[in-house]
């Protein structure tokens, strides 16, 4: 009976929303005379992925959102220079959802779906960017509230599903141009033109779960006010690194493993141009273990080894599902009929034997150099694949750069395994039965969910929205390998 009628008192709730975000206009005329907002040097607007709302009440505590926050400027937003010397962060509230994996109450029956919710958390976002008002949280992130968020320049942030909802912002606002100028950071798009799911598949929607595959960022935003952008991915993400022939089986299994490693909050790693395309640069972060072997690297002892040798040869038939000539910018949907060379695929995959064998040396004796049978160490795309760098289309300029320390030649040329592997394993830890509801900041509290500890962020955001990005740390641009 209680759980009926809690489903019951959600109905009216849930229908107020659209009306909510229509009056936001009416709301923004009446702030504008009574307290117009403060001008900035510019804003960084930052979006959660699925389950994380980054708002208080909410599934995300306080110590979750400055982490998250921490993580998404000092790796990305900061280091492309792209929000100002003075860049002030705000949490944006989206609804997170993706049904069933995120619902709530239990039965889940009640939970939105990914169309839904992308269609929620855009509305707000367009409040925020065209000063009206939205829902956000600010630092130190221990309340949220429906405000204008001030000044006319800003950097929207957008992670996995949020990457979505500035995907379909930045096509709106290059039909109806802001105020001031907007960039956008995505990291994990499913939008990506060359790699990510929803181009892959463009045009098919799922009405069971409410996915409609949207297509790709654009990339044509007009000058000389361009929406300029930066694409960052994980090697075989599936989200976002999709395989180009999605019949290639192999392939299809790589990326599945590869989710939990490389998909989730939090991941780093040592970055790569990959190429420019109009407005939009991108970047790769390399797979340095093949996921299909990653697992592995937990056995002791031999198991680093046995990847080590195997990764390889491996890696070659995998990436005979991906096209990595074509640039990431350029739209390329799925490709059933696409195969590489045969003659060139068996020559590359005969040379990567040998190769495995003399990573598996190098990683035993510990020198990079030591490889008896004179290999070559290959690159992200394995033994024969192309270079990183794709090469620009119609650039709007030289690369928006990043930063990140630069690895040595000698970190470079050898694929040792780490045992124990941390740059993007910390997946998230959510409470399924409890996410937040999308009908007002007032909703009840649903739980907290765990949240790296605060105290390894490398800035706190209050010290960030003062610092300078004329730094000498965020000076060094991102390799351009």
Not at 272 to 301: C, M
Request: aromatic fraction near 8%; glycine fraction near 8%.
């Amino acid at each position: 009976m209680t759980r009926r009628l809690w489903h019951a008192l959600l109905i009216p709730v849930r229908a107020l929303i659209p009306i909510w975000l229509g009056l936001t206009t009416v709301l923004a005329t009446l702030a504008a005379t009574v307290s117009p907002p403060i001008a900035l040097a510019g804003t960084a607007l930052y979006m959660g992925g699925t389950g994380h709302t980054l708002t208080i009440p909410g599934p995300d505590p306080p110590s979750y959102i400055e982490s998250y926050v921490d993580w998404a400027h000092d790796n990305f937003v900061g280091p492309s220079q792209l929000c100002g010397p003075s860049c002030t962060p705000a949490a944006v509230y989206t609804p997170a959802e993706f049904w069933p994996a995120e619902f709530w109450p239990d039965t889940g029956l009640d939970s939105m779906t990914f169309d839904e919710s992308v269609a929620v958390g855009l509305a707000n976002l367009d409040n925020c960017l065209r000063q009206r008002p939205c829902a956000v949280t600010d630092p130190p992130y221990t309340s949220s509230e429906i405000r204008v968020v001030g000044g006319t320049d800003f950097t929207v942030f957008g992670y996995s599903d949020s990457a979505t909802i500035a995907t379909i912002a930045k096509s709106n606002l290059i039909a109806h141009p802001p105020a001031g100028s907007v960039n956008f950071v995505l990291v994990a798009s499913g939008n990506r033109p060359n790699g990510g799911i929803l181009e892959r598949f463009v045009g098919v929607h799922l009405p069971i779960l409410g996915v409609t595959f949207n297509g790709a960022t654009v990339t044509n935003s007009p000058q000389p006010t361009p929406l300029t952008t930066v694409d960052v991915v994980h090697q075989y993400d599936l989200v976002a690194d999709f395989p180009t022939n999605p019949l290639n089986l192999l392939a299809d299994l790589n990326a599945l493993i590869a989710f939990p490693y490389d998909h989730p909050e939090f991941g780093t790693g040592t970055p790569l141009l990959q190429g420019q395309y109009q407005d939009s640069t991108y970047y790769l972060f390399p797979a340095e273990v093949l996921p299909l072997v990653r697992p592995l690297t937990v056995v002791p002892y031999l198991g680093p080894l046995l990847a080590t040798v195997l990764d390889p040869p491996l890696r070659v038939l995998v990436e005979t599902g991906y096209d990595r000539t074509i640039n990431p910018g350029a739209p390329t949907p799925a490709k059933y009929l696409y195969f590489p060379n045969p003659i060139a695929t068996t020559v590359n995959f005969l040379t990567a034997i040998p190769t495995g064998w003399d990573n598996g040396i190098s990683y035993l004796t510990g020198d990079p150099a030591n490889r008896p049978f004179h290999t070559t160490p290959p690159g992200p795309y394995g033994v024969g694949g192309p270079p990183v760098n794709a090469g620009a289309v119609d650039p709007y300029g030289p690369p928006t750069p990043l930063v990140t320390i630069t690895p040595t030649p000698a970190a470079l040329s050898a694929r040792s395994i780490d045992p124990f592997p941390t740059s993007s394993e910390d997946s998230r830890r959510r409470n399924a039965s409890n996410p937040l509801r999308p009908s007002s900041l007032d909703a009840r509290n649903r739980g907290q969910r765990a949240a790296p500890d605060p105290t390894a962020a490398r800035s706190t955001a209050l010290k960030r929205s003062a610092a300078s990005s004329t730094e000498p740390a965020r000076k060094r641009a991102w390799s351009a390998q």
